[in-house]
Nanobody
Framework: QVQLVESGGGLVQAGGSLRLSCAASGRTFSTYAMGWFRQAPGKEREFVAHINWNGGSTYYADSVKGRFTISRDNAKNTVYLQMNILEPEDTAVYYC?????????????????WGQGTQVTVSS
């Protein structure tokens, strides 16, 4: 079993940046692909970004492409989400999750371990 713990959320002004981290337990972290999702109040959870096992392949939702960057450090069992040029529409709880699918995977039901989430609030 894998446990995921997100951190790095907070309150930021529009145009600012935040870097989210997701620390994973377990020796098999490097075999998993990882994803970031977000859920705003009253909305469904939506895909943000995906990264394959070695970081060689990434995929983004259109809404964050060019502003967000997903990366990972397998030596530290950690995946990151660098968020730049933040907009009020980015306000949500952000979750990381694991999947076995090494290519772009946007459906939440294809991920099976989830963190507890970290709140990101962007003020206008």
């Amino acid at each position: 079993q894998v446990q995921l713990v997100e951190s790095g959320g907070g309150l930021v002004q529009a145009g600012g940046s935040l870097r989210l981290s997701c620390a994973a337990s377990g020796r098999t972290f490097s075999t998993y692909a990882m994803g970031w999702f977000r859920q705003a109040p009253g909305k469904e959870r939506e895909f943000v970004a995906h990264i394959n096992w070695n970081g060689g392949s990434t995929y983004y939702a259109d809404s964050v492409k060019g502003r967000f960057t997903i990366s990972r450090d397998n030596a530290k069992n950690t995946v990151y989400l660098q968020m730049n040029i933040l907009e009020p529409e980015d306000t949500a709880v952000y979750y990381c999750a694991t999947t076995d699918r090494q290519v772009r995977t946007t459906r939440a039901n294809l991920y099976y371990y989830w963190g507890q989430g970290t709140q990101v609030t962007v003020s206008s």
